[in-house]
């Protein structure tokens, strides 16, 4: 998942120019098994319409939710302004199994 996950931030802060947080707090993706035919899990937030899309286009879809996200890992970023030096950060947390 790191690489995957770091590629996700990297385009969100980037592409999309978001915050660290909101870049953070994007529902991520993950292909299982690091190959192009592995289980495509998909974490809880994604539109339906997504998901349903990406099945039918023969991917084998898995929503993740609740203790599961685990899989997603966690992520620290900061970020500093080129011209004010102005430090922004943002922060998510794997969730802990129930005990």
Known sequence: ???QGHMQVVL????DGLDPQAALDRPRFCIEEGAP???VALEA?????TIA?????G????PVSGYDRALFGRGQII???PSSGV???GAIRALMAAR
């Open 1 to 3: 998942m790191q690489p």
């Open 12 to 15: 969100a802060l980037c592409d």
């Open 37 to 39: 035919a592995g289980r």
């Open 45 to 49: 937030g994604i539109p339906f319409e």
């Open 53 to 57: 899309a990406l099945a039918r286009m």
């Open 59 to 62: 991917h084998p879809v898995a």
């Open 79 to 81: 970020t500093r302004d």
């Open 87 to 89: 430090l922004c950060a």
